[in-house]
């Protein structure tokens, strides 16, 4: 099966671009439904500097969509920078009756999973009937980004223990929760210096959207002048048979590419 990623343009209505992206892939008429909660799980590590986390304008469009799901959570956890739930705020805006922070760190409802040679638990609301989406920001890390966000399910706050053994622990996650249903990189910035977290990052205004999270990952890797076939993480999610991570099998779909690299460069 071939994997589809959308890479949209986002200048002009992110709304309308999000709904476009999807429209692109087949859409999402088979996980908005009302049978199924929806976990959005964001990566904010640091809310108080930057911008390195999905804007509002894109988890506002990503929530507005499942607009048939009983209830939409957007979830973190804590670590050492903060509580899950203080870190969450910076989407205040986008909480409604329907939609609903949540602290992995504070459920007690959980499931004892093996994350590399441990054994974790991880809130229920990471497993089936829920519907698990991974948002994160356009970046040029090798370690990746939507697929990196993946840590943040671990609910203590020394994560910094697996940082040795960071592609397994990932894909273990990953295969865990019976992987992610939608990945979503908010490229409204793209952010090129990995050795500086005060990178205020390149403003590129795109989407990157697909159903196969190692595939957007691939597409996102390659955008920020990255090789996927050099990335540990993408080469050994493909190894468990996870998803696709060349470049060359992987349908993109949507905007001239060309509109984007120019904005990076």
Known sequence: MVSKVAVVDTSTDVQTAFKKALNLIGDIDDLNIKE???????????????????????????????????????????????????????????????????????????????????SIEFSHILFEPHVLVSTHVLRKAEIGSVLKNLLGLIPDIKKARFHEKLVPALLDAYGAINGVDLAILDGTYAYLDPTCEEDEGVRTDMLVIGRDAVAVETVGAKFCGLEPAKLPIIQEAVKRGLGEGDFKNIHILGDPLDIFTERIQ
Request: charged share 30%.
């Open 36 to 118: 199924r909660p929806v976990t959005v799980k964001v990566g904010v590590f640091r809310h108080k500097k930057g911008h390195h986390y999905t804007t509002v304008e894109v988890a506002h469009a990503i929530t507005t969509r499942f607009d048939k799901a009983p209830v939409v959570y957007l979830a973190e956890s804590d670590n050492y920078e903060g509580k899950g739930l203080e870190r969450l705020q910076i989407y205040k805006e986008v909480f409604t009756d329907q939609v609903i922070p949540f602290n992995l760190s504070e459920d007690t409802n959980t499931k004892k999973v093996a994350i590399t040679d441990e």
